[in-house]
């Protein structure tokens, strides 16, 4: 067995209405004055008010940053710094999905004054201290609440990310409640997203892959392919979006620890962009790329198949039931989120080779797959997406 290092939260809490004692575990934590990195949408969606109610009843100040977008700019997560260090907060809440939590992981961190954004893009390259920090997930699918790395768009299309162990929260506060309002797709789609960080994690070639994520990984997609059609097609089912946000969160931890590979690093450009969803591109790369790594990970595909889907464990011959796998999640793909071609979001063929160079760029990413992909790996996978 190979040396690994396991990063993990202080504390993880799941619990529907957990939200509701926000207030006495900030307390805890000795925070008195708070921002709460979120967007609009979480605002018109009316989830911000209980939060801000549980902390203000504790006598705790707080804030709100609420311009997060998809896909952040370097130009979020530097005015929402500005605005922590302008009110003197002493922590940061991120509330919301995978882009306000990310934005609130770096300004917890850049709000001591002891790094700069530019200077930390890359693995471990943070130097000093963060605020307290506590992240709580509206969507059951980017595993943000628990891993160390925040990615941030550079320039107009670039995804760059930032990458340590300061990064990991104090607190990870899973409340189902939070993600009853959730759109089917929305919950589709990032319900799949949290499959593909279980799968890449199980696959991943990098030097920290290690059995607890593996554990974790194989957790997650009982979990999630046990639920994740019950809480697209029955949003209110608080059993299934409370398994939904568990398995992704067990996602999450897996790969924050053995980190994922071609499907993000080929789904970037797409978000980059076209700034379709970060689940949605992953559900559109996915099969495509297992295809493509087959060769190189049929014995772990075939491991994992009857997790998802437990009528497969009948498929005896590894191959087939690789294969197999690959099959039944194209096809929860279709069912779920109906358009899963590139051409069915308006990108053109002749953009694919711009995809593909771009793809490149991923390279944290791609030294992790289990095969090694070139560009004109990448362009023929994309081919096949389109």
């Known amino acids: 067995m190979n040396s690994f290092t396991f990063n993990a939260p202080k504390q993880i809490i799941c619990e529907p209405n957990s939200a509701a004692r926000l207030g006495s575990l900030c307390l805890g934590l000795s925070i008195k004055r708070v921002l709460i990195v979120t967007d609009q949408g979480i605002i018109k969606a009316g989830l911000l008010t209980g939060v801000i109610n549980s902390i203000t009843q504790a006598g705790i100040s707080v804030s709100v940053f609420d311009e997060v977008l998809a896909d952040p700019a370097e130009s979020i997560v530097l005015a929402a710094t500005e605005q922590a260090i302008a009110e003197n907060v002493d922590a940061v809440i991120g509330l919301g999905g995978g882009s306000s939590m990310d934005v609130a992981k770096l300004v917890a961190l850049l709000a001591k004054g002891e790094e700069q954004l530019s200077e930390i893009y890359g693995v471990n390259l943070v ?35 930032v990458v340590s162990a300061q990064l990991m929260p104090d607190i990870a506060l899973l409340d189902a409640d939070l993600t009853i309002g959730l759109p089917p797709m929305v919950t589709a789609t990032t319900g799949i997203d949290a499959m593909v960080h279980a799968i890449e994690a199980f696959t991943s070639r990098s030097p920290n892959h290690n059995p607890v994520s593996d554990a974790l990984a194989k957790d997650a997609l009982v979990m999630l392919g046990a639920n994740i059609e019950t809480a697209v097609n029955e949003g209110s089912n608080i059993n299934a979006r409370s398994n939904m946000l568990l398995g992704s ?138």
Not at 294 to 309: D, G, K, R, S, T
Not at 324 to 335: G, H, M, Q, R, V
């Open 127 to 161: 130097k000093g201290q963060r605020l307290p920090l506590i992240q709580i997930p509206t969507t059951a699918g980017t595993g943000s609440e628990v891993t160390t790395v925040a990615i941030i768009t550079v320039g107009e299309t670039e995804k760059k990310g």
């Open 249 to 386: 969160m067990l996602a999450g931890q897996a790969f924050a620890n053995s980190p994922v590979a071609a499907v993000h690093a080929l789904a970037y450009p797409l978000g980059g962009i076209y700034h379709l969803s970060h689940g949605l591109t992953n559900a559109l790369i996915l099969p495509h790329v297992m295809r493509f790594n087959q060769q190189a990970c049929a014995e772990q595909y075939a491991i994992l198949a009857p997790l998802v889907f437990p009528q497969l464990a009948k498929i005896t011959d590894e191959i087939t039931r690789s294969s197999a796998f690959i099959d039944k999640l194209s096809e929860l793909n279709t069912l779920l989120v109906k358009k899963v071609r590139l051409r069915d979001y308006g990108i053109e063929q002749a953009a694919l080779p711009l995809l593909a160079s771009e793809a490149m760029k991923q390279t944290r990413l791609l030294v992790n797959n289990p095969r090694e992909v070139n560009e004109a790996d990448a362009l023929m996978i994309y081919q096949a997406a389109w």
